[in-house]
C-alpha cells in the first residue's frame, strides 16, 4: 500500500478513535458501565467497517480507476446499511447500553467521514501520472511565447 493511502487512512482513524474515547467517557459518566462498553464497541465497529472499505477503495482506485467512481458509491452505501443493520441487530442487547451505542456510531462515523474527507483535500495526489518517456523535452502547445 503506498505512504499516502497508509497517511489517509491513519488521518481518519486517530480523530475518530479520539471521538470514540471521548464518547466513551461520556457515555460511561451517563450510562455507567454498559454506557462506555457500548461506546467501545461503536467505535471498534466503525473503525474496522470504515477502515476496511477504504483499504478496498483504494485498492480498486490502483487497480481499476474506471470502476473507482461507482464502487466508492456502492461501498459507502453498503457501509451505512451495514452499520444500520449492526445497530438492528443489537437494539436489545443487554451486553451494552443500545442508546449509547447508537449515538457513539453515529457520532464517529460522521467523524471518519469528516476526517477523511479533509485528509484527501490535503493530500498532494497527482490527477495524471507524469509521463516520463518524454525526457527532458518541452511540451508544445502549439501557442508562441
Not at 4 to 19: E, F, G, H, K, S
Not at 44 to 49: D, S, T, W, Y
Not at 112 to 136: C, F, N, T
Amino acid at each position: 500500500m503506498p505512504s499516502n493511502d497508509v497517511r489517509i487512512i491513519l488521518q481518519a482513524a486517530v480523530p475518530t478513535a479520539a471521538v470514540g474515547a471521548v464518547a466513551a467517557v461520556v457515555s460511561g459518566v451517563v450510562a455507567g458501565g454498559k454506557g462506555a462498553v457500548g461506546a467501545v464497541v461503536a467505535t471498534l465497529v466503525v473503525l474496522l467497517f470504515m477502515g476496511i472499505g477504504l483499504y478496498v477503495l483504494q485498492r480498486v482506485a490502483a487497480s481499476l480507476p474506471h470502476l473507482f467512481q461507482g464502487m466508492g458509491l456502492m461501498l459507502y452505501t453498503a457501509q451505512i446499511l451495514l452499520l444500520f443493520i449492526f445497530m438492528a441487530t443489537f437494539k436489545n442487547t443487554t451486553l451494552f447500553n443500545p442508546r449509547a451505542f447508537a449515538a457513539t456510531l453515529l457520532v464517529t462515523t460522521l467523524a471518519w467521514i469528516g476526517a477523511q474527507a479533509r485528509a484527501h483535500m490535503k493530500a498532494k495526489i497527482l490527477y495524471v501520472e507524469p509521463d516520463s518517456s518524454k525526457g527532458d523535452e518541452p511540451e508544445r502547445t502549439g501557442h508562441s511565447s
